[in-house]
């Protein structure tokens, strides 16, 4: 076994169907007092029931997260948070809520307690982002990582299809890569696996009945783990690929996830084995990146970057933009391989049965 080091996110999980009963008294234990509960509008309702169970504890609702977090809209509720008295802050929705909560936490060190309704992971993370003139400027810091997560899989049975699927690749992706990250360790490893396990074991269960309680509680089990992982482990070529995307051309943000994930575990499968045959071993199938690919059009994701509004044109440019900044990656990263990834991640093509893949795969041994 290689040297390692391992550092473990501290954080207090409330994990099960009905944990949101639990709020209250975890609002108790953080010792806050003043909590206001944020959200996007279109979760207001969820806002205002937990504001409701609060009572006294809570100061109000601010239903006006939006994606990406707007500098402008991080500081109205900056100031809305200070305007308030708030001690505590309760993210009751999905990445774009709790990354508005981590803006308060950055800018007053105030603790939030999150509420995950989707599978993307940010409650999990010291990552924070802010998007300003277009640009998105995210940061590491202690103090935006929150200090209790309720994960209640009840709160998840109304998050449409299309977007649990997109989410749940979202999750496996950050799984994948922390599988050969360049601070990759046996702990995360073995969490990671167990997150690709348990989100491709749920998955396919939702596609049936988007309402089953126990698919929907082995994607959010999945999604934890998954996340805390991307908390715990350094990014590579997939994130670099869907950062570069979702800044420069605004691409949604789950769906480049879903589209990019088999192609940058093809583009490393030579150059990481072990790490590809734990994907693999995570969904019970000798190929990994093929396996990806046939999931997501078992379950209807999208497969192309085509179909979610990529042009043709700006691929080389996106790829050029990868290669001034690319992250770490087990393979090299060179202009040549990028452009083939996106070239097969555009027109959708399953990893390993086309031009560009079998490209890719021989040009990184
Ligand atoms: P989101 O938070 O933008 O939610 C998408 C929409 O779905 C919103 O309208 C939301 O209100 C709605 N929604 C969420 N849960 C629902 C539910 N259970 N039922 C019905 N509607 C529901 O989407 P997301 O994919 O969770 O988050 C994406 C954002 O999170 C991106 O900005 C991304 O950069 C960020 N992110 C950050 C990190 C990090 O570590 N900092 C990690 C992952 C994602």
């Not at 179909?307 to 080389?316: P, S, T, V, Y």
Request: hydrophobic content about 45%; aromatic content about 4%; proline content about 7%.
């Amino acid at each position: 076994m290689k040297s390692f080091t391992f550092e473990a996110s501290p954080g207090r999980v409330v994990f099960g169907p009905n944990a949101i009963d639990q709020l209250p008294h975890e609002i108790e234990q953080l010792g806050a007092r003043r909590a206001l509960v944020l959200s996007t509008p279109q979760q207001a309702e969820l806002a205002r029931h937990l504001s409701d169970r609060l009572g006294s504890r809570s100061v109000g609702l601010y239903p006006h997260a939006v994606m990406h977090v707007p500098v402008e809209v991080a500081q109205k509720a900056i100031a809305e948070a200070g305007r308030l008295g708030a001690d505590c802050i309760v993210a009751a929705g999905g990445g774009s809520t709790i990354g508005l909560a981590k803006a308060i936490a950055l800018h007053s060190a105030l603790p939030i307690l999150a509420v995950p309704t989707t599978y993307a992971g940010s409650e999990m993370t010291p990552i924070y982002g802010l998007t300003e003139a277009g640009l998105k400027r995210t940061g590491r810091d202690r103090r935006v990582l929150p200090r209790t997560v309720i994960y209640d899989p009840q709160l998840t049975l109304d998050l449409p299809i299309a977007m649990s699927i997109s989410s749940g690749f979202n999750a496996i992706a950050h799984a994948a890569e922390a599988l050969y990250a360049e601070n990759a360790n046996p702990v995360t490893s073995l969490m990671a696996e167990e997150g690709i396990r348990s989100l491709t074991r749920g998955l396919p269960g939702l596609k049936v009945n988007p309402r089953d309680i126990d698919s929907r509680s082995d994607c959010l089990y999945g999604a934890w783990l998954c996340g805390a992982v991307l908390g715990m482990a350094s990014m590579a070529l997939h994130h670099k690929l869907c950062h570069v995307l979702g800044g420069a051309w605004n691409l949604p943000h789950a769906e480049t996830h879903t589209v990019i994930l088999p192609h940058a575990i093809a583009y490393n499968q030579a150059a990481a084995p072990e790490a590809v045959d734990r994907i693999g071993c995570a969904m019970n199938a000798p190929d990994a990146a093929g396996a990806i690919f046939d999931l997501m059009q078992q379950l209807g994701a999208p497969v192309s970057l085509k179909q979610i509004g990529m042009k043709r044109e700006d691929l080389a440019r996106a790829a050029a933009l990868v290669m001034e900044a690319p992250y770490y990656n087990p393979r090299p990263v060179t202009s040549e391989g990028v452009l083939a990834l996106l070239g097969d991640a555009f027109e959708g093509r399953r990893p390993g049965s086309s031009v560009g893949a079998t490209r890719a795969v021989a040009s990184a041994r």
